[in-house]
């Protein structure tokens, strides 16, 4: 059982263009949605995170757009540019007295063409 | 500054050896986690510990063992390597409580002939 669904698997978008990747999940007891970006060889590092008590959260040209009453929260990028290109990850998780499991999606990878 | 540290990098193991995968943190975060990449199956999660002494089963633990005696360590023992467990393997680390940054490790790429 996914507890949380990512789409596209893959993203093509030209230099400057508006890249989105979506996410939804089921479990209503989520409260925190974090992003990770991930180059090749390396590991994954947090980009941005949103709670739910707001609809949107932007960090410089990243932002994230969060529905609570669809369970649903996506990544836009906004002015593409060659060097976002990477595989992102949306998560999720849950308050529960410190042992909170990051649950991730199952990836997007993103080439921006030049 | 370190930050998580993972060893080997790369390693390559015959069907039933055994190994440990190293991961040590020196940012005293409490919350260390173990996860698997595999293509198309994102990042899942194979055991974590809150604390020196605590460990616990994530979603794919089966095959793996871990154990916590240190804040700063936590190993993951794969006990008879299987074909199943060629993955990239990532160790994370981070304060328990809520919205709280994961920080990951370079990554083991491991490979059972």
């Known amino acids: 059982q996914q507890q949380v669904k990512q789409s596209p698997q893959s993203l093509i978008v030209q230099k400057g263009g508006i890249s989105i990747i979506n996410c939804a999940y089921e479990?209503?007891?989520?409260?925190?949605f974090p992003w990770y970006q991930q180059f090749p060889g390396k590991g994954p590092a947090l980009l941005i995170a949103?709670?739910?008590?707001?609809s949107e959260k932007k960090e410089g040209r990243f932002t994230i757009s969060f529905n609570k009453s669809a369970k649903q929260f996506s990544l836009h990028i906004m002015d593409s540019q060659p060097g976002d290109s990477a595989t992102y990850f949306c998560?999720?998780?849950?308050?529960?007295?410190?042992?909170?499991?990051?649950?991730f999606g199952k990836g997007t990878k993103l080439t921006v063409n030049p | 500054n370190a930050g998580v540290t993972q060893t080997p990098k790369f390693q390559v193991l015959k069907t039933g050896q055994s190994m440990t995968l190293q991961c040590a943190q020196d940012?005293?975060?409490?919350?260390m986690s173990w996860y698997r990449q595999d293509p198309g199956m994102g990042l899942r999660l194979i055991h974590y510990?809150?604390?020196?002494?605590?460990?616990d089963q994530g979603e794919v633990p089966n095959g793996y063992n871990v154990s916590r005696s240190t804040t700063e360590d936590f190993p993951l023992r794969l006990l008879s390597a299987a074909p199943s467990q060629t993955s990239v393997y990532f160790c994370?680390?981070?304060?328990?409580?809520?919205?709280?940054?994961?920080?990951f490790g370079q990554g083991t790429r491991l490979t059972v002939v």
């Open positions: 994370a680390s981070r304060w328990t409580g809520l919205a709280t940054e994961a920080f």
């Open positions: 479990n209503t007891a989520f409260d925190y």
């Open positions: 949103i709670r739910p008590d707001v």
């Open positions: 998560a999720a998780s849950r308050r529960g007295g410190g042992s909170e499991k990051l649950v």
């Open positions: 940012m005293n975060h409490e919350y």
């Open positions: 510990s809150v604390g020196a002494g605590i460990t």
